[in-house]
């Protein structure tokens, strides 16, 4: 069958998304499809084609897992069913750690700096990648943790992909948040540490009612509710975080966390622990979610 053919197939409703599995599986662009329309595909393909489509339509998978990747900060990421699909609000953490490394490296006469990166519920590990990718000079020690192995592997072959290993020690650990840290303690003690984490923090109801079938039955949940009262990870980090700082794992003065939540929960946070920790706001987004730089005071 003929690429043009197939584009004008009614089984196919859904252009987008067929010119999109097109254009992986043939490996082209979409320019290329409707200028290479005479393509000749042989049935294998057509088959592949089908089935990716039906993955989709009928059996209601995210696109981004029928494809088997992602684009985050203008990078290709591996994702699967193990994996949240990383959404776009969540690349402006990226651009706020480029700016305060920057602003940092001025302030230290751009001297070469071996920090510390810890990407806390990596998932298929696109923060601490992009971050990586966006200040390759900065860091020298690298972890990557979650709660499930699963992702952890999607972590793993994403960073062999992008990142040069000679560069970095990286780790890749599965643990309960930050609680592996205090077996670590040589290596982060007195160094700058930058924590990137993305936590769950749907509150459960608005995550089985409010969310669309495809996100709800699809992506893993661990990745979206928050416990019962959808701010527990959060909590449960800044406590293990404070602990490591009365233990003098970890200086206070050169941890930098960014993290995403919604809006009001910000204010939650900042009335529960106000007296420990400095929360700043660094951007918003209309639907209610924020990014938020936050220190040990
Ligand atoms: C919202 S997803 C974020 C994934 C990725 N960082 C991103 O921004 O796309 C939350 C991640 O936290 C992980 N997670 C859930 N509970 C955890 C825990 N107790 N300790 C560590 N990771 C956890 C989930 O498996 C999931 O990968």
Redesign the pocket.
Known sequence: MKVGKLLQDPKYSEKFVLQKLLCALLNCTREYLWTDVDRELDNEMVQKISLAYDDYAIKKKPLEYVLGHVDFFGKEFFVNEA??I?RPE?EYMITAVKEFVDWTLKMEDGKWMEWVLL??????G??GISVLLQNADTFREVFF????PE?LVVAKKNYDTHIDGSRYDARFIQ???CAYLENYSDIIAWKDVILVA???YIPEKTHDEQNPERVKNRE?R???VGGDDWLD?YRQMFNQLHLLVENWTLNIENLMMFLEMMTWQVDILRQEFGDRIEFEEVKTFHFNIRIVKAWLK
């Open positions: 994996t949240l990383p969540t990407d806390v519920g990596t998932g298929c696109v923060l943790s979650d709660i499930t992702s643990a309960d948040l993305n936590l769950p893993p661990v990745a979206f990870y």
